[in-house]
């Protein structure tokens, strides 16, 4: 298993466009995250997946963004209409169900630069 | 309000010396705190988890201490080398069905 992989690396798009990214979690855990990191800060929490199902989602969240985990192996994150404010490093993680004695693997991120 | 800090953004220190990072809450009750390691452009990385019953853990140069009464942990690298540069985030969770949330992580910068 070579970890936690996403795609794409980089992301340039116009104020407007809308974007998919990809992440492919570790094939034997459960859960699967979705994280937005901007300069200076850390993680902020954006959704989470047990399987296939969605189990929390940040109030925080506008619902331009938009979240699946089909069949419970890959998901993706779109996000619609993009505003410069989208703009920050997407990352995901997964993990066992037993939190309780792991971390968190995540993926190098997807940085998404909105123009 | 909920709240993590990290008590300074950046710390700089000699090489061979222990760093020491602080991570402090309120209003959580944390049933575990992990702290993890990220480098410019990377995701994080995980290094250590201590639950609320546990005071201490060590793995190698690294230990944490978990103070449930204080509201606090603290990060310990004992021989710090320059290739411990990095920037280090404390994260905690309520339950083991709450996403983890993290700080703003403290960066480190070890002088040869």
């Known amino acids: 298993d070579t970890g936690v992989s996403q795609d794409p690396r980089h992301k340039i798009t116009k104020r407007g466009q809308n974007v998919t990214f990809r992440c492919d979690p570790i094939?034997?855990?459960?859960?699967l995250y979705w994280y937005r990191q901007t300069l200076g800060q850390g993680p902020e929490f954006l959704t989470y997946?047990?399987?296939?199902?969605?189990?929390?989602k940040s109030r925080l969240l506008s619902d331009r963004f938009s979240a699946e985990r089909p069949k419970g192996s890959f998901s993706t994150l779109e996000i619609q209409r993009t505003e410069q404010g989208d703009s920050a490093m997407y990352l995901c993680?997964?993990?066992?169900?037993?939190?309780?004695?792991?971390?968190?693997?995540f993926g190098s991120g997807t940085r998404l630069t909105v123009v | 309000s909920q709240k993590i800090e990290q008590n300074s953004e950046a710390l700089n220190i000699q090489e061979g010396k222990t760093a020491t990072l602080t991570c402090n809450y309120t209003?959580?009750?944390?049933?575990?705190l992990q702290w993890y390691r990220q480098d410019p452009g990377r995701g994080p990385v995980f290094l250590l988890l201590?639950?609320?019953?546990?005071k201490e853990k060590r793995k190698e140069r690294l230990k944490v201490t978990f103070d449930t009464t204080l509201k606090q942990s603290l990060f310990h690298i004992t021989a710090s080398q320059p290739a411990d540069s990095a920037t280090y985030l404390c994260?905690?969770?309520?339950?083991?069905?709450?996403?983890?949330?993290f700080g703003k992580g403290t960066r480190l910068s070890v002088i040869a």
């Open positions: 993680a997964s993990s066992p169900v037993e939190t309780f004695n792991y971390g968190y693997t």
């Open positions: 094939s034997e855990h459960n859960r």
């Open positions: 997946f047990q399987n296939e199902a969605q189990l929390e």
């Open positions: 209003n959580y009750s944390p049933a575990y």
């Open positions: 201590i639950r609320e019953n546990e």
């Open positions: 994260a905690l969770s309520n339950s083991g069905n709450t996403p983890l949330v």
